[in-house]
């Protein structure tokens, strides 16, 4: 992961999403509108209680006009528990038909005591780099 990709956080009910999305350029093939991106997230449970995730929904936006929402159970088959100041990381992509988008979003989760919640995914930017603005 280049060292000077950016990041984006938001902080919800003791839960810190930390995303930082990377271009692969190696994957994509920007003349057949496939422009391939990897994204790093790190969830840490930063408040005095355990919490399990339980969904996600992502809201995908590209630049074309495109909007997808992708939503299911746990993050990369996986439905952590993360106790006082564990963290869960993990790592997914995907495509997008311009070099521009964003995305952001929700994870549900559930508290010990059964009260449920959602923690926001911030927005964060897909940028194609030295692709950018190439499909005007």
């Not at 271009?23 to 994204?39: C, G, K, N, R």
């Not at 993360?82 to 929700?106: D, T």
Request: glycine share 8%; proline share 6%.
């Amino acid at each position: 992961m280049p060292a000077n990709s950016p990041f984006f956080y938001r902080l919800t009910d003791g839960i810190r999403v930390t995303v930082r999305p990377v271009f692969l350029p190696e994957q994509s093939i920007p003349e057949q509108q496939q422009f391939v991106f990897a994204y790093f997230v790190r969830i840490e449970n930063v408040s005095g209680q355990s919490v399990q995730l339980l969904s996600r929904r992502w809201r995908i936006h590209d630049s074309i006009g495109e909007d997808t929402e992708v939503a299911g159970d746990g993050v990369v088959g996986e439905q952590p528990l993360l106790i006082p100041g564990a963290v869960h990381e993990y790592q997914s992509f995907c495509v997008l038909k311009s070099a521009n988008g964003h995305m952001e979003g929700e994870y549900r989760f559930v508290r010990a005591d059964s009260t449920r919640f959602d923690a926001a995914i911030p927005r964060f930017t897909l940028a194609a780099g030295e692709w950018q603005g190439s499909s005007n």
